[in-house]
């Protein structure tokens, strides 16, 4: 166990953890940790962003002095997110101690030390403690785990810092920020702590994380002071952006004010949790849960008359009935899902798979759809410049020489079309002629949106004489849209230098609705080659005093060109998709991108293969997936938005469809919730890694990014892949298969073992004059089931269970428990006959009734632990299929303990059992022989009948 000591370290260390304090001031009872903050943020959020830096000493516009910047980080501490701080050792161990099971026993417990029965009682808290501690070591343990991988995510930060005397943006990890620092931040970034705006850039960002809203909201700059009245509120005002959340647009600068614990998504971390909803299979659990108790609340009562009524010893009866209803709690429950998913965590973190929230493993074994972006996901995140071509197709440098100069000039998008021009121009040198960098100044800026796909920068050089170039690029169709002509590109004017660029009316004719058609003619062709596509235009603008550039800037366009782009797959995508399709999850491609280099992905994926293609075969309607036409397959934001008020025609669109391109975030969004809403609320999966997929990342059953994404899409996902390979995704699914699988298994082999048992009790307690088992009895077989029960998540699972999507149903539990139950029954009864007609034990006061209950206790354990292995599975056991060493040896090694039991001095004269005779051992072997015939032909016709076993 490579963990264990670090996990008792980590354990001890957590178990003292401060909670989160805003800081040392002692809070007035009446005042609110969220109020304080509040009043501390609104010192700095209501004065003009000029006055904000006189408010606090060594704070300067120009940014921190390294020393300055030391003295904060020694005071303050470092800037850890919540995401990264482990949660205290006690909160840990009261999750694994508070729940209805434990309540139960300790009550029962106490009942029992109340009426002087000690063994009892300590045999009811050895379950508790059992229960709790192996769940607690399990979820400490795979919190050092992942908490070690998630730490290896560094998050950097750009700041602004004087270093050597200069000003300077610097590059931080996110934990060295501090208050007083400023954070330069573009669409994508996550704010590193409460902050207020000093300058921005058509910001927006999105305060999803905190509260859930997905509405992206406007910020600006302060100018004026706030009236004194004027109320703040931390969550709606214009100028804060709080710790956690992200811009979702634009870009700006901010001061740092609070960091670490003191932030206000540190003070409600707590509560975050406890609002996330619970998803399928926890609801599952819980119900299940509550049906058992319901169960147990019924039967104990029963079970307590009948055996009054029948021996008149109400008190012994008592004690039979609380036994009776610990037998039917399945208190081993808790850890066994908790374990489940804390060994899974561990098991793909070391495929380096990172699962942030441990439930989400569970959801990824449900996983029906996978839906992708492209760039990035499916593609290596490496695009590079292919060509630069004229709206005709001819070569032509212009068009990525002006890409070049929006693209290095822009402050807000780091996307990897704009590395790939600057990269293709800085790896080319003498491409830009002259010193651009000195003569090309930056006057405004409109940042790219995924709604608008556009991103426009003015520039001007000094010899433009108050005249300026509005240079735009953005997706083909919103660029030609925008234009009114074309550039005319003369022999001598093919690739002009740069320094001599001009737009007059001679530059350019008027574009007829023919030369459209043939610009985006010639787009489809580099699209259907698998080429991604930037078009880019330009026009001339007087450049005025304090003018701000809005999209309303961005008309009368001249078209330049493309610039043309290529983005290889990942090696091992079209493997991974077709794993996914061997394990039943259908894959679909969302993206912003154009239909034509859409489909061309999707062909080389091998996904355009009708065969794979349509969900409405989940129906059984194999005519509609024959009549899928290619046409189907692909559609576009616009075509979906049309589709839109017809709420069927909507869906029916969305099942058949494998390619969605040029979608908005929110239509990502509404296409995931469609999926998920379709098929009985089947699960969806959303792979994505740029700001326009975290709504859908956070809005599917399970949101995956990568390590690569923007700090926003990995922020919202609940899985992080920590290598660029898609091979992990089906890791991850089948892990999340196994682990309900095996959290199945538990359950069903508890309530028909269960369930059995209280019939066999039924008929003991209205025959019998004594006790068919003693409670401490009952009790120690329960202690000893619980044990061989600890090691069913390392069970080994069936591989043809994994072929498909599972989710939780709590019809199969009930149907299972209800078929496969009774059969242990006759074979109690059988024990009981035996008892009474082999041995003559027929009376309370006979000196043999330890002996019947031995017999009953060894029957009983010895069964219920052979039948484990034709329970586990759906074959053969031994033969077709084999448990793992830890369930072999714990069950192998609870019945040796079990047979042990009664030739023990001392235990067996504390638990009143005595050496069984020899005869009985021929008896046991053959009931055991008999209930696995029985079991397995059970098994069978269950398995005929309802087509699925767990
Ligand atoms: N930085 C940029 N500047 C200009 N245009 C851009 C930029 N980034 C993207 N575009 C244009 O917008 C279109 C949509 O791109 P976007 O990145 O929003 O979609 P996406 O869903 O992330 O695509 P993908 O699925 O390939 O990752 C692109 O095809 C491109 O034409
Ligand atoms: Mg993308």
Redesign the pocket.
Known sequence: MPFSLNAIFASCLLAFRRPPNISSDKLPDHVTREQLLATKLARFAKVPVSQIFDLEPGWSPLGLSEEAAAEALRQHGLNTPVAERPLAALSVLWTALWNPFNVLLTILAIVNIATQDVATFVVMMAMVVASTGLRFWQEIKSMVQALKLVRSIVTRVRVVRVVNGLSQEIELDQKQVVPGDIIAVASGDVFPGDSVLISSEALTITQASLTGELMPIDKTVRLTAAPESESFHLLNNDNVCLAGTSASAGNGRAVVIFTGESTYMAGIAEELNRKRPENAVQIGIKKVSYVLLGFMFVMAPIVFVVQGAVSHDWKGAIMFAIAIAVGITPEMLPMIVASNLALSAVRIAKKKVIVKRFDAIQNLGAVKVLCS????TLTIDLVRVSSSVTGMGGESELPVKLAFINSSLQTG?R?P??RAIVDYVHNNEGFIEGDWHKEWCKNGEVP?D?TR???SVLVSRPSMDGDGFLVT???VEEVLERCVSAYHYRDDSISPPITDFKLDSSSWTTLSNDDRRDILGVAKRFNEEGL???AVACRTVTIKAFMTLTTADEEDLVFIGFVSFLDPLKPDAAAAIKELSKLNVQVRIL????PAVAAKVAHDLGLMDTANVSLTREKGDEEASNSVSLDDLVITGSQLSELSKDKDAYTDAVERAVIFAKLSPYQKLEVVKALRAGGGGRAVAFLGD?V?DALAIRCADVGISVDSGTEIAKEAADVILLEKSLGVVALGVVQGRITLLNTMKYIKMACSSNFGNVFSVLVASAWLPYQPMLPLQLLTQNLLYDFSQGSIPWDNVDPEYLEAPRTWSAMSIIRFMVCLGPFSSPFDITTFCINWFHYKIRSLDSPLVPLAQTNWFLEGSLTQLFIIQFLRTGKIPFIQSRASLPVVVTTFGIACISMAIPYIPKVNSALHMTPPHPEFYAYLVAVIAAYASIVHVVKVLYQMKFKEWL
């Open positions: 972006d492209k760039t990035g998008s996307s079309i704009d790219f995924s796909r556009l991103l690029k953005g997706a991604r596509l930037v993206t912003g991108d154009a740029g326009n």
